[in-house]
């Protein structure tokens, strides 16, 4: 197996909302980072300005070509680009498959001609399906995946993990829940304020708003990602990573129409599922990641409460 160190860091998708706070956090603990991002929905000003620590080079991970030399003398992959808009892979499935399973395999790949030693994958709690098993731990199975980017996230753990065993390589798997944060472009929170800014007398809803999931601010998901990494040595690690509770979409719905001031008409589109492949329950079990120490500090609602103050600020929408 490849010797693994404290080198150069490389991160897929780190102008992205998660990718940007692990990138923080490894330049917080003295490593070289090397960004690749195509930037098509990260944003170069997410990443902090100036630092001679870190580096972005502007690539679709479909393209080796364009960075694969990031990864010479490099100790550790960490790769979350991906398309991360669930609904948008029900509406073209062609879209997880290049950008999740193609643009996986490509990055594999590449780490694995250049002896990175660690590798470490933002998975889903998609790649569950509709578990009969919740809180669901990460043992649970057969795993049926019902959206076109749950089955590609699926099929991208079987890659890393293929890969790990063929070339000696160390891989973690994180299956996230909704992981919510500063810097997010698409999601719950922005859908909402972006639908009150256009008409701020309704707020139409997907499903019956009964939808619900757990929600981990994007700060604490970092941090498991770190103890996890540190503390965890099988060949493959896969962890799950969320809170112990659920917030449905009806109280998100109602807090953001209260910090919008309260006068808009919440009206429900109807069904127990915002669009095809989606998932009206969703809650981990992270007992596993809890016995290395880490735990969510902060309750899904209060995650939601911060995160619905701290858009509504960053959209300078005034309670
Ligand atoms: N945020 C969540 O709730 C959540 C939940 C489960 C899994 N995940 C996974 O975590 C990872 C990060 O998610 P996020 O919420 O930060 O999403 P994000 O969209 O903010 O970040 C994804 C980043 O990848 C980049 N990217 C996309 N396709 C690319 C390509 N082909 N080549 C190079 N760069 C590309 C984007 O520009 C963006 O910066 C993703 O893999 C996502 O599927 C996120």
């Known amino acids: 197996m490849p010797e693994a160190g404290g080198g150069p860091a490389v991160v897929t998708g780190g102008a992205g909302a998660v990718g940007s706070s692990l990138v923080r956090a490894l330049l917080a603990r003295g490593a070289e980072v090397r960004v690749i991002d195509d930037l ?11 630092d001679g620590r870190l580096s972005l080079t502007v690539a679709d991970v479909r393209e080796p070509t364009g960075y694969a ?9 960490w790769h979350l ?12 499935p062609r879209v997880d498959f290049d950008q999740g399973l193609d643009g996986t395999f490509r990055v594999l790949d ?3 001609r250049r002896d990175v030693p660690r590798f470490l ?3 889903s709690s998609t790649v569950y399906g509709m578990p009969t098993v919740v809180p669901t731990p990460e043992t649970y199975g057969p795993l049926l995946p019902e959206s076109f980017y749950g089955g590609t996230k699926l099929g991208s753990e079987g890659l890393v993990s293929a890969f790990a065993h063929a070339y000696g390589f160390r891989a973690w798997v994180f ?8 810097r997010m472009t698409h999601g719950i929170f922005y859908d909402f304020f972006e639908k009150l800014r256009r008409d701020p007398t309704r707020l139409e809803v997907l499903g019956d708003g009964r939808q619900s999931k757990s929600y981990l601010r994007t700060e604490e998901c970092v941090e498991g990602l770190l103890v996890a990494r540190d503390r965890a040595s099988e060949t493959v690690n896969v962890f799950n990573l969320g809170s112990y509770d659920q917030t449905s979409v009806r109280e998100i719905a109602e807090k953001v129409v209260a910090v919008h001031g309260g006068r808009a008409r919440i009206e429900y589109t109807g069904g127990s599922r915002g669009w095809v492949g989606d998932v009206p329950q969703q809650l981990l079990s992270v007992e596993k990641i809890g016995r290395l120490g880490w735990k969510p500090r902060l309750s899904s609602s209060a995650a939601v409460d911060r995160t619905v103050d701290e858009v509504a600020r960053e959209r300078g929408v005034v309670r």
């Open 121 to 123: 994958y933002t998975s």
């Open 81 to 92: 680009a991906a398309n991360s808009d669930v609904r948008r892979g029900s509406e073209n």
């Open 69 to 77: 030399d990031r990864f010479t003398g490099a100790t550790e992959v």
């Open 40 to 50: 098509s929905s990260g944003r170069r000003d997410h990443l902090p300005s100036t």
């Open 175 to 182: 299956r996230f829940a909704n992981i919510i944060g500063p």
């Open 110 to 112: 590449a780490a694995r």
